[in-house]
C-alpha cells in the first residue's frame, strides 16, 4: 500500500513538472508530423514524445540514423527546436575530447552527443559513469566549459 501510494505521488510530481509524455505517431499535428517525415528520411523511429515547457508544447522524435541516436525536438508550428545527435567520440575535435575528459575527470565518457539549436552547434555533451553513478558534462563547441547548461 505505502508503494503504491509513493509511486502514485511520484507520478502526479514527475506530470507536474513537464516530464514527456510517450504519444503515438498519429497525434502529432500536421505541422510537426510534415517536419517528423522530412527529418526521419533514411532514419528507424524509435518512438514519440510531447511535453510541456514553459506554457510551449514541444514533440520530440527519437530516431536512429546509421546506427546512431538523433532525437529531434520540434515546436507544434514544425519548427525544428533542437537536435540531439550521437558521434563518435574519435571523429571531435582534440578541444573538445580534451574538454570533455577533463570534465570527466576519472569517469568513463561512455557516449557524446553535439546539441544543435535552431541550426547552431551549441555544445557537445557526454554521458559518463563513475563508479556506480552516471552522469552528463558538456562542453562548448570550441571544448571550453559553458557558462550555462544547455
Do not use: C, W
Not at 497525434?27 to 517528423?36: H, R, S
Not at 523511429?45 to 538523433?70: D, K, L, P
Not at 514544425?78 to 563518435?88: F, I, K, L, T
Not at 541550426?119 to 553513478?133: F, N, Q
Amino acid at each position: 500500500m505505502r508503494l503504491a501510494l509513493f509511486a502514485s505521488v511520484a507520478l502526479f510530481a514527475a506530470g507536474s513538472l513537464g516530464q514527456e509524455k510517450k504519444i503515438q505517431r498519429s497525434d502529432l499535428p500536421a505541422a510537426v508530423e510534415d517536419t517528423v517525415a522530412a527529418e526521419s528520411r533514411g532514419a528507424v523511429i524509435r518512438g514519440f514524445s510531447m511535453e510541456n515547457e514553459n506554457g510551449q508544447t514541444y514533440y520530440e522524435a527519437e530516431m536512429t540514423v546509421n546506427g546512431r541516436n538523433r532525437d529531434v525536438l520540434i515546436d507544434k508550428s514544425g519548427a525544428v527546436v533542437e537536435v540531439e545527435q550521437q558521434v563518435p567520440f574519435e571523429s571531435l575535435p582534440a578541444s573538445v575530447r580534451e574538454g570533455l575528459q577533463a570534465k570527466a575527470g576519472k569517469g568513463k565518457i561512455l557516449k557524446v552527443e553535439s546539441i544543435t539549436k535552431h541550426d547552431r552547434l551549441v555544445a557537445y555533451e557526454a554521458k559518463i559513469v563513475t563508479g556506480t553513478k552516471k552522469s552528463e558534462v558538456q562542453v562548448g563547441p570550441d571544448g571550453k566549459p559553458l557558462d550555462h547548461e544547455e
